[in-house]
Nanobody, 120 residues
Framework: QVQLVESGGGLVQPGGTLRLSCAAS????????MGWYRQAPGKQRALVAH???????QYGDYVEGRITMSRDSAKNAVYLQMNRLDTEDTGVYYC??????????????WGEGTQVTVSS
């Protein structure tokens, strides 16, 4: 079993900042990629940012330089620094990890999500 635990969500005013964290634990031998996805009310889950084991990052179309994803491979953790937040950033943020277990089986896991609400 692989567990992903997200933290750092909350209520913030427009223009504010938040830093989300996600840590993987359990039967994790190696992680190839980790990503953050946002599900806004009434919409499908969409990519916010994605990072590979080589620290190559990819960002969703709406990020516009406001969001930075980083990774601490030693801790199997990723972080999402979000600046100049807008009401459209509201949603549940999910962490996803793709890797291999100690038995070398491919594993794809999602966290339970953390709520981000941007409102005045």
């Amino acid at each position: 079993q692989v567990q992903l635990v997200e933290s750092g969500g909350g209520l913030v005013q427009p223009g504010g900042t938040l830093r989300l964290s996600c840590a993987a634990s359990g039967n994790v031998f190696t992680i190839k990629t980790m990503g953050w996805y946002r599900q806004a009310p009434g919409k499908q889950r969409a990519l916010v940012a994605h990072i590979t084991s080589d620290n190559e990052t990819q960002y969703g179309d709406y990020v516009e330089g406001r969001i930075t994803m980083s990774r601490d491979s030693a801790k199997n953790a990723v972080y999402l620094q979000m600046n100049r937040l807008d009401t459209e950033d509201t949603g549940v943020y999910y962490c996803k990890a793709v890797g291999r277990t100690f038995e070398l089986a491919i594993t794809v896991n999602w966290g339970e999500g953390t709520q981000v609400t941007v409102s005045s």
